[in-house]
Every structure is written in structure tokens, then in C-alpha cells.
């Protein structure tokens, strides 16, 4: 069964930076379109970057300047890397794929930034 593994997530203070990892499990296939998503307690899941290979990549306002997407194309893996982190960046982030049709979804990872 095709998965989504995410790893990367934990607990920083304001002002750190954390790197998520996401890949697929169980599949080879390239994640040519990627995008991350966020969820805070309370809120709606939220976009925050995303990138299509070979193509554009794209940023939440909030986000621009310090998240960046890169990909290690050897390990088949695509990153997230997160400076600057701020309280308001807490969120339970999660990686999202469409291949052959089908979406997707990481499991998610939690990021807590405290003050």
C-alpha cells in the first residue's frame, strides 16, 4: 500500500527552524506535484507551499521568505525547510501528492513553536 511519510516535526522555539521530510512508502513514483498543507487546533487545513517539478513553486504570504521547498531527487524526497519559526506557525503540517489520479495525504507531523 502506497503511503505518504512524513518525519521532521517536534517542538522549537520562536526564532528556530525545523526541516520536514516527506516520501512515499511502498511506491517508487516521483512526487512531480507537491504540496504541504498546516492545521491548528480549531482551524481549517491550510495550504502553505507547493511545488511542481520542473515548474513553479509557490508560498503562503505568511510563509514567504522563510519556508522553502527543496527536493533530494536520489532519495526520492522532498523537503520543507522552516526558519524563523513563529508561535503561529503551530500546526500539525502534512505533505500531499497526486499520482496516477489518486491524492495522496502524509500522515502529518506536529510543529510547536513556543514563545
Known amino acids: 500500500q502506497v503511503q505518504l511519510v512524513e518525519s521532521g516535526g517536534g517542538l522549537v522555539q520562536a526564532g528556530g527552524s525545523l526541516r520536514l521530510s516527506c516520501a512515499p512508502s511502498?511506491?517508487?513514483?516521483?512526487?512531480?506535484?507537491i504540496d504541504w498543507y498546516r492545521q491548528a487546533p480549531g482551524k481549517q487545513r491550510e495550504w502553505v507551499a507547493g511545488?511542481?517539478?520542473?515548474?513553479?513553486?509557490n508560498y503562503e504570504d505568511s510563509v514567504k521568505g522563510r519556508f522553502t521547498i527543496s527536493r533530494d531527487n536520489a532519495k526520492n524526497t522532498v523537503y520543507l525547510q522552516m526558519n524563523s519559526l513563529k508561535p503561529e506557525d503551530t500546526a500539525v503540517y502534512y505533505c500531499?501528492?497526486?499520482?496516477?489520479?489518486?491524492?495522496?495525504w502524509g500522515q502529518g507531523t506536529q510543529v510547536t513553536v513556543s514563545s
Open positions: 511502498g511506491s517508487t513514483f516521483s512526487m512531480n506535484v
Open positions: 500531499k501528492t497526486i499520482y496516477a489520479g489518486r491524492l495522496y
Open positions: 511545488d511542481r517539478s520542473g515548474g513553479s513553486t
